[in-house]
């Protein structure tokens, strides 16, 4: 099989994380149900894989993240990000602390 420059470049493009073309228009539909149930700031980082809401990583819809998720389970890891106290995952495990690997 012959890769044109065209192939080359999406191949470079891509990273490993990145969303699929079926999860990223999952994620968009569970995007536009989740701004009909709240007022949030919700955005979809598709090069790394993630479904931002108020600033906050909530689901990881990379194709590497493992089995797929149902619409109602992004729901849920989206209003549980919403709703976190204000930490990032991070601040959270420092305060566990948690050191070294993640």
Do not use: C
Not at 45 to 62: F, L, P, T, Y
Request: a positive charge; proline letters at 1%.
């Amino acid at each position: 099989m012959k890769i044109t420059r065209k192939r080359l470049r999406r191949i470079i493009r891509e990273a490993y994380n990145s969303a699929s073309d079926a999860g990223l228009a999952q994620a968009n539909a569970v995007k536009r149900q989740f701004l009909k149930l709240y007022d949030a700031d919700v955005q979809i980082d598709g090069r790394n894989g993630w479904v931002v809401v108020n600033g906050k990583k909530a689901v990881n819809i990379s194709s590497a993240s493992g089995r797929p998720r149902t619409e109602d389970e992004m729901i849920s890891q989206m209003e549980d990000a919403m709703w976190a106290g204000g930490k990032d995952e991070d601040e959270a495990r420092m305060d566990l602390g948690h050191r070294g690997d993640y």
